[in-house]
């Protein structure tokens, strides 16, 4: 079983950058995928997360109407797209799905 992030990196206030996270090892489309984030000195809080066939979606309230998650199950790969990014979105992005987490990407959002 593996998840791998990609995507991240450093860009301005109100840049946008659009994570992804590849699953492989066991049957991806049948599971709610998450996104969380951590930021230094902070605890891990969800981000948003979508139900197995993308039908539901829900997010945190600091990221509502910037951010879109989403999933394509014939590529077992979700995205996490980021708009209108703000110094305090910094942190190391994490998927999650069942037991499973990723390595994280980190994105810097500093000008």
């Known amino acids: 079983v593996q998840l791998v992030e990609s995507g991240g990196g450093l860009v301005q206030p109100g840049g946008s950058l659009r994570l992804s996270c590849a699953a492989s090892g066991f049957s991806f489309s049948r599971y709610v995928v998450y996104w969380y984030r951590q930021a230094p000195g902070k605890e891990r809080e969800l981000v948003a997360d979508i139900t197995s066939a993308g039908g539901s979606t829900n997010y945190a309230d600091s990221v509502k109407g910037r951010f879109t998650i989403s999933r394509d199950n014939a590529a077992n790969t979700v995205y996490l797209q980021m708009n209108s990014l703000k110094p305090e979105d910094t942190a190391v992005y994490y998927c999650?799905?069942?037991?499973?987490w990723g390595q994280g990407t980190q994105v810097t959002v500093s000008s």
């Open positions: 999650h799905v069942r037991t499973y």
